[in-house]
């Protein structure tokens, strides 16, 4: 360190205080890293690593020229890193030694503006939490981009902290020192988020007004903690910050994260991806905002009934005039995302294409509200009764910008004619000047008679008159100063070539200066507007989301659910909406859902690939679809309003947490029975497979058994345990349905109907079969579970109610010789069966089918005519 350069040392000084961030240090045109970062940006960047010194001293040290550093940059903040910007902050020519340099300002994954990683349709947030002393704990969240900004206290551990984090879809969180470093690792690893750290704040007092509503200072606190990391990241105005909103989390329906992924609301379990969500089904917004709200909405479904009601109100009336809404929908199409177009406004980086996007987007406001108004008077009173008046703002953009200003604010261009006597005053000048110049050419042509001389401009030299050097010799000697030879030409000027061009330029400089400062004049006028404009965004979303709710409705038939707080499932002809929408049209078969006292629990058993999981989601994405205020793929549904929903579903194996996936499946049946009540709702898919078979029947009983006693909460439970069949005559609210599939000429069919009673087969070996396993592993299967059903006794323990009762097995019977059945059915002794297995390895495949065939007759059964038909047809196989 002793050995290091002044400006070494300032580097290393600056880089001690952003040891979290890959630090941009400003060396003329370049931004350059060095030590760690060099090398580590170097690899990510894929750019040169190269040294600055000498021998053992030389520091790697990597660079980005400074006009392309923007996409640089941007690539590491989408990899999750953080940048902070390091520019020189005096001037070079005036600074005594090194000059001096700061950090100006911080790019993270939860503040950024700009770039890929902002989605159109999706939300920025940064999030922050606070662990108080008697262990409530305070989130609060924010979205730079749009301003919006809301709060919330929650109860619980660390199972209840990670799901209200990962509703808020962080991409970054904002923690204290003190937070405890497993916790944190765990959150890095669930949420796939940026860490960042941020000690105790004040609330800074230029922001208190945003948090004027917060009653509760815990909630102060934790918003605090965000502010501050934005001032001391952003160190910029921070004044299109919304006020903070405080969110109760009881008011919506509990979601856990794997409840969330298992359901694939917002995006598919492996792909992560939109399409093949319910999200991907139920937007149909046209606008960027309302693309965002639908995300917040499925993420947190209602939980109050006439709020509920009210999203449906709305859809009704959207519904019943399809011409209406799609005009409106027109309409909306034209409004350009008023919420980040505010967030920019206020936070200084907006240009003059984007004010014109404001305006048009303005534009459209009064006819939007005269279409909503017409369809249901009571419009006006719910979205449009505080409309702040717009028509100034209009006005004032309307004669300030011209219809098509260029992106850049530097460069002019975007002021109207007449807005300002200064600058058309500048303006005259230079068209003046130029039109000057041209009668020039016209004049100096004839004086000179050379037909070819013309004028013309560079930066270097400015105006200029040139003419080949074959004329060069009719130029009036002393009349003209050359300035540059060409070629085959020669530049001159005159001294009142000179003096033009002096005012012209000067007209010019001073006109962009001038339009940028009246600009940056109208900016600060139209920020006055940020709150009224994010107001209005957050109702034209509204209006659109509701609107796309209409819009699918119709398309897919859905019905309005009637929702009560409490009470039955009812629903007629239920569909998935995401299957019904890939397999081909009019192919889903539509089912019945219905759970009621005395049938609160529905044990589901069905062949596999039948569509158990299929049914049981279909209750879940109706609710879901049914408390965010959608219409629902069913004939008729009522549903109660579920408080939350726990699915442990499919294959959502968490291999990257090191947990078994056994051990993934009882930590979610732990929570589900921790957490739900009588209102909830309970999907269990085949609990108990991942272990032995007894030890797993008899947990799957014990666990139903526990929610029928203790919980009450509606229940699906799918199984491949037929055994557990029975419990539907010792439990009284559990009633046993099954998806029913039949056997035709050697194939099954999957009819996809769910009806009452239970399923008397799997057909796993089938499915199996369909997968196409080798021909010998399925042969061998089948042979196997005849002897497993041949020996099939009761199950301990299993059907009988009290586990407790167990006997454990006596020696003597254990040390019996195991009775098996023989390849063809009969009961022999293990050593008996080993010779057959051997013998009947020789046996081709023709033979073995034939003896199966044989072997499997009911003879009982078939009538003396069949069995002649049967011995033919093995002849005809053995041939
Ligand atoms: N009601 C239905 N109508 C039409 N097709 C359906 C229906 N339900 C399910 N399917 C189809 O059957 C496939 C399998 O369904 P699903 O995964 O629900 O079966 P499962 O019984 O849960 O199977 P497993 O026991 O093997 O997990 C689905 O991907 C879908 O294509």
Redesign the pocket.
Known sequence: MAQLTPMMQQYVDIKAQHQDAFLFFRLGDFYEMFFDDAIKAAQELEITLTGRGQGEERIPMCGVPYHSADQYMSRLVEKGYKVAICEQVEDPKVAKGVVKREVVKMLTPGTIMEGKMIREKENNYLASFTIFEDESMGIARCDLTTGEGAVTLIQGGQAELIQELSATGAKELVVSKEVNSELLQELERTLAVTISHEEEAELNGRYVHLVKELTQSKLVTTYARLLQYLIRTQKRSLDHLQKVEWYHAEEYMKLDLHSKRNLELVETLREKKKKGSLLSIVDHTVTAMGGRLIKRWIERPLLNESAIEKRHEAVTVFLEDYFAREELRDELRQVYDLERLAGRIAYGNVNARELIQLKKSLQKIPLIEEMVTKLDPSFQERWFHDQAPFEDLIDLLERSIVEDPPISIKDGGMIQEGFHGELDTYRDASVNGKKWIAELERRERQETGIKSLKVGFNKVFGYYLEVTRANRHLLEEGRYERKQTLTNSERFVTPELKEKEALILEAEEKMEQLEYDLFVMIREQVKEYVPHLQSLAHKISEIDVLLGFATVSEKQHYTKPILQPVGDVFIEGG??PV??S??PKG?????DVKLYPGREMLLIT?????????????LALLSVMGQIGCFVPADRAELPIFDQIFTRI?AADDLASGQSTFMVEMLETQYALAKATECSLILL??IGRGTSTYDGMALAQAIIEYIHDEIGAKTLF?T?YHELTALADQLEHVQNVH?SAVEENGTVV?L???IDGQADR?Y?IY?AQLAELPRMVTDRAEVLLRELEGQKQPLPNVIERSIQETQPPQLDEVKEPQRQLSLFGEEITAEERKAQQSKAKKLDPREQQVIKKISEADLLNLSPFEVMKLINDCQQQLK
């Open positions: 569909r998935h299957v019904e890939v397999i192919e889903y078969v539509a089912n069905g062949p596999n690939m039948a569509g158990k999981s299929t049914y049981m989601r279909q499919g898919d085949e799918s491949h998806v999957f996809h109907k769910v799997s796993g499915v």
